[in-house]
């Protein structure tokens, strides 16, 4: 349903661009999220696309990551700049309306 893609090891300072292409019929009209889940912590919400215009981000995210979606391609992006050693995690995409979860995409952080 979800196939999340992107991830890779980066440098201090870099970017990266994930990717979440969903194959169901109802993406256009669901909230969409980024979550992460680093070793030994619990996931966490990253950012969350509910139309244009209506973005939430967690505060340890905000200026430095976007998200953003294509309908007529049903997927969503989070662009991340500025990257940080403590962002290193496996990111999941997350569409609400039936609850569904993209595979995780392992983002390393590190000189």
């Known amino acids: 349903q979800l196939q999340a893609s992107g991830g890779g090891l980066v440098q201090p300072g870099g970017s990266l661009r994930l990717s979440c292409a969903a194959s169901?019929?109802?993406?256009?009209?669901?909230?969409m999220d980024w979550y992460r889940q680093a070793p030994g912590k619990q996931r966490e919400l990253v950012a969350t696309?509910?139309?244009?215009?209506?973005?939430n981000y967690a505060d340890s995210v905000k200026g430095r990551f976007t998200i953003s979606r294509d309908n007529a391609k049903k997927t969503v992006y989070l662009q991340m700049n500025s990257l940080k050693p403590e962002d290193t995690a496996v990111y999941y995409c997350?569409?609400?309306?039936?609850?569904?979860w993209g595979q995780g995409t392992q983002v390393t952080v590190s000189s």
């Open positions: 997350h569409q609400r309306i039936g609850d569904y």
């Open positions: 169901g019929t109802i993406f256009s009209i669901s909230t």
């Open positions: 696309f509910i139309s244009i215009g209506s973005t």
